[in-house]
């Protein structure tokens, strides 16, 4: 854990087992639904849209550049369908078409804050959150200018897969409780 200048922890782990802000981050959060899956087979390569794929424990997507055998943090990322339509309002054009953003789920009707620290079931798989999916400096090239801006804080989330299992597109997102100890 990273300390400030003065030796401080500048931000906790999470907030104390119990109290209010514990309660409220473990309240109800209505499901989501994958509304599209996309695959990267290699580096700038483009994204080929598929209705279903594997998710591999360690791994990610099979058939995805980050499914390459490294256990990392950004084996699958996701986004949502109400950040793209933030994008477009941003960017005041045309729509912005998922596989501009070369993630690999995006979902509607679930806010992927929720998941923050917490692991969740997409279809089939068992995943863990591993941290925010900022833009890259490809978002001008992909977007015009103006497109890493429009991005920031918008980008999704990305997430280590635990179990694996098919995802396909209609399939819930749903947000796994720890266990009551």
Same mark, same amino acid.
């Given at each position: 854990m990273s300390r400030d200048l003065f030796g401080e922890v500048p931000y906790p782990a999470g907030p104390a087992p119990?109290?209010?802000?514990?309660?409220?981050?473990?309240?109800?959060?209505?499901?989501?639904?994958?509304?599209?899956?996309g695959l990267r087979p290699a580096r700038r390569a483009a994204m080929r849209v598929v209705e279903a794929a594997e998710a591999e424990a360690g791994q990610g997507l099979a058939g995805d550049r980050f499914a390459s055998g490294r256990n990392g943090a950004r084996q699958v990322t996701l986004m949502a369908m109400e950040q793209l339509r933030a994008i477009t309002g941003y960017l005041g054009g045309a729509p912005v078409g998922p596989a501009r953003l070369?993630?690999?789920?995006?979902?509607? =009707?679930?806010?992927?804050?929720?998941? *923050?620290?917490?692991?969740?079931?997409?279809? #089939?798989?068992?995943?863990?959150?591993? =941290?925010?999916?900022?833009?890259?400096? *490809?978002?001008?090239?992909?977007?015009?200018? #103006?497109?890493?801006?429009?991005v920031r804080g918008h980008g999704g989330i990305t997430a280590r897969v635990l179990e694996g299992g098919v995802i396909r597109l209609g399939d819930l997102v749903e947000r796994v409780l720890p266990a009551a100890p």
């Open positions: 119990g109290s209010m802000l514990a309660r409220l981050l473990d309240g109800p959060v209505a499901p989501g639904r994958v509304c599209w899956i070369r993630r690999n789920v995006v979902v509607e =009707g679930i806010n992927l804050s929720a998941l *923050r620290n917490r692991r969740f079931r997409l279809g #089939g798989a068992l995943l863990e959150w591993s =941290g925010d999916c900022h833009p890259c400096s *490809r978002m001008d090239e992909e977007l015009g200018p #103006g497109g890493y801006n429009a």
